[in-house]
C-alpha cells in the first residue's frame, strides 16, 4: 500500500484569506507552533513581529495585524484572531497526529 497521511485543512469562505490559508495547511507543526509564539509576543506588547512563508506575509502587533502577500496590503485582521485559528488548528493537527486513521495490519 502507498504511504500516505490524512490532516485536517483550514479553509474559509474569505476569498482574501485563501492563499494564507493555502500556505498554512501545507506548514509543518513546528511552523504552526512558531506563528502561534510570535502572536502571543505581541500580544504581551513586543513589537516588530512577522510570520508567514513563500507569497503571504503577517506584520504582527499587539492588537491588529496586517496581511500582505508579496508586499502588496491585503487586509487587517485581529491578532487574538489570528492566534485562535492557528491554536485551534494545531490542536486538529496534533489529534490527527495522535490518532491514526489506518493501521500498519
Not at 39 to 61: Q, R
Amino acid at each position: 500500500m502507498p504511504e500516505y497521511k490524512i490532516k485536517p485543512i483550514i479553509t474559509t469562505h474569505n476569498e482574501q484569506l485563501w492563499i494564507m490559508f493555502g500556505e498554512i495547511n501545507d506548514m509543518p507543526i513546528s511552523m504552526i507552533q512558531d506563528g502561534i509564539d510570535t502572536c502571543n509576543l505581541a500580544l504581551e506588547g513586543k513589537k516588530g513581529y512577522n510570520w508567514g512563508l513563500d507569497v503571504f506575509e503577517l506584520m504582527i502587533d499587539k492588537e491588529t495585524s496586517v496581511l500582505e502577500y508579496h508586499g502588496e496590503f491585503i487586509t487587517k485582521i485581529s491578532t487574538k484572531d489570528i492566534l485562535k485559528i492557528l491554536q485551534d488548528y494545531k490542536k486538529a493537527l496534533d489529534y490527527f497526529q495522535n490518532n491514526p486513521s489506518h493501521s500498519d495490519d
